[in-house]
């Protein structure tokens, strides 16, 4: 009972550190370039990590092999390098509540990925809950407003499709090692990756390429620059307790719960998200956005509670094999 209550405690903490990432890089996004940005949180992050990481491969007494880390290089570009600059340049381009809520459906790909590449089986009530949320995105977007940026909603999904992708294709180094120990690796070897793009950048004929492709975002990207005693307190958040505490959190979670249970975090997070960005941004949130929110709240739920109806329903066959 104590080991559940702390798993909460850990789901309490990571929700409310999730929620309140894509506000925290909205206040600061504007002085810095957004590759800079991701790569400098990820590269931070990872070093909060790295003892939790280097704890549970002593407790397990294994070690990291030549291909093993060949496939953290692997993760490492599809999640620090694409999946979130994807993401950094959503909120950049649309409101934070937006990212916050869309981003929260990459369970749903997870599971269409799963099938795909793992071969996993795809429940009834999967579908159910693709439909329901599938239906809250296009609420969301509201086709007929022309209010909405398409961009940042197209960037948004890139970013969950990606980061859905990461996570299927880092199973089996999940199940070998731990979350802690793959999202640990993976985000130091993404942010040794992007730096070496972004150095490429300032090669004077690759500049002067991505220039003239209309890509400045891309081209000459600054390290260590926009920071100062304004910005340092929300940096030093997203740093140190979003990007590293946050997914040190999430992964104690599932140590003292399961994989379900700790998956609240992305059932709750549409839901909080758009509250403290109303809180702390003045974000409005419209009639739509909280009928997209209420059709995905309920297409998770009903995930969450059928999988955990079909867990403890296998745990009883066995029981009764045994």
């Known amino acids: 009972m104590v080991k559940l209550k702390k798993g909460y405690i850990y789901i309490a903490i990571t929700t409310l550190l999730f929620s309140s990432m894509e506000i925290a890089l909205k206040v600061v996004s504007s002085n810095f370039n957004p590759i800079q940005l991701t790569l400098e949180r990820f590269f931070i992050g990872s070093l909060v990590l790295l003892p939790f990481?280097?704890?549970?491969?002593?407790?397990?007494?294994?070690?990291?092999?030549?291909?093993?880390?060949?496939?953290?290089?692997?993760?490492?570009?599809?999640?620090?390098?694409?999946?979130?600059?994807?993401?950094?340049?959503?909120?950049?381009?649309?409101?934070?509540?937006?990212?916050?809520?869309?981003?929260?459906?990459?369970?749903?790909?997870?599971?269409?990925?799963?099938?795909?590449?793992?071969?996993?089986?795809?429940?009834?009530?999967?579908?159910?809950?693709?439909?329901?949320e599938t239906f809250g995105i296009i609420i969301i977007i509201n086709p007929l407003s022309s209010k909405i940026s398409f961009i940042g909603i197209l960037l948004t999904l890139m970013a969950a499709l990606t980061f859905a992708l990461y996570?299927?294709?880092?199973?089996?180094?999940?199940?070998?090692?731990?979350g802690e120990v793959v999202t640990c690796f993976s985000f130091i070897l993404g942010s040794i990756e992007m730096l070496i793009l972004i150095l490429i950048s300032h090669i004077s004929s690759v500049s002067k390429f991505l220039l003239s492709i209309n890509m400045d975002t891309?081209?000459?990207?600054?390290?260590?620059?926009?920071?100062?005693?304004?910005?340092?307190?929300?940096?030093?958040?997203?740093?140190?307790?979003?990007?590293?505490?946050?997914?040190?959190?999430?992964f104690k979670a599932m140590e003292e719960t399961s994989a379900n249970t700790a998956s609240l975090v992305f059932f709750f997070k549409p839901v909080l998200s758009p509250i403290l960005a109303f809180i702390f941004i003045n974000e409005f949130i419209p009639v739509n956005m909280i009928m997209g929110i209420l059709f995905i709240l309920i297409g998770s739920i009903y995930t969450i509670l059928c999988n955990i109806k079909l867990e403890n329903s296998n745990l009883s066959c066995i029981s009764n094999d045994n």
């Open 53 to 132: 990481a280097i704890k549970s491969l002593k407790s397990k007494e294994i070690s990291i092999t030549k291909e093993d880390f060949k496939q953290f290089l692997f993760l490492g570009f599809m999640c620090v390098v694409v999946s979130m600059i994807f993401y950094q340049l959503a909120v950049i381009n649309t409101k934070a509540s937006v990212v916050g809520v869309i981003f929260s459906c990459n369970p749903v790909f997870i599971m269409i990925f799963a099938y795909i590449f793992l071969k996993e089986e795809i429940h009834k009530h999967n579908i159910i809950s693709l439909v329901l």
């Open 167 to 178: 996570g299927v294709l880092g199973k089996k180094s999940t199940n070998k090692f731990g």
């Open 218 to 250: 891309f081209n000459c990207i600054p390290l260590f620059s926009g920071y100062n005693f304004e910005n340092i307190v929300p940096i030093l958040y997203v740093f140190i307790f979003v990007t590293g505490l946050g997914y040190a959190c999430y």
